[in-house]
């Protein structure tokens, strides 16, 4: 006999599914968060850049002080490094805006992660069930199977026995006839 369909597989299907997408998904925050990794190392090196131009302004500031060079040539260089120090700022800001980024992809892939994780539990719950399951079936269909032998069995005997007492009471009454004549 054959197992009968499993109850819950149309419940299998869609749990095996929604770990497939969820599988998708934590793929696609790990690649989120890279690429968000990777802006943040660039604008840090952007910044980085700005700031060692900042300190090369400010040497070369210190060294013309130094030498007694015209307030008009200090002043503009007072001006340029203003601008450099506004440059500066705006690429720290830009770095800390991508830290925030960085941040929430890794809250979307811990998400992801966690999602993922209990999809998979659910689909190994069913796994442990379905086995559970036709565990249980194949003792039924034995205990079906035995009983039906048993049936088999006992219904084979009975007509076993049926036709073998046609035949001894045949015999029995040969014997007597022979009996009764030579008595």
Request: proline share 2%; no cysteine; aromatic share 4%.
């Amino acid at each position: 006999m054959d197992l009968p369909k499993y109850p819950l597989e149309e419940l299998a299907t869609i749990k095996r599914k929604k770990l497939d997408e969820a599988e998708r998904i934590l793929r696609e925050k790990k690649e989120a968060l890279n690429h968000e990794i990777e802006k943040l190392r660039k604008a840090e090196k952007i910044r980085d850049t700005a700031h060692d131009h900042k300190r090369a302004k400010l040497k070369q500031l210190r060294e013309e002080l130094d030498k007694g060079t015209t307030s008009v040539k200090i002043q503009r260089m007072k001006q340029y490094l203003t601008v450099v120090d506004e440059d500066l700022k705006l690429k720290t800001d830009k770095v800390e805006e991508q830290k925030k980024e960085v941040a929430k992809a890794k809250n979307q892939l811990e998400e992801a992660r966690r999602v993922f994780f209990q999809r998979q539990k659910d689909v190994e719950k069913l796994k442990l069930h379905r086995k559970e399951w036709e565990k249980e079936m194949k003792g039924i269909l034995s205990q079906k199977e035995a009983l039906v032998t048993d049936e088999v069995g006992s219904s084979m005997y009975i007509i076993k026995k049926q036709r073998q007492l046609p035949l001894i009471s045949f015999k029995e009454k040969k014997k007597e006839r022979k009996n009764n004549h030579h008595g």
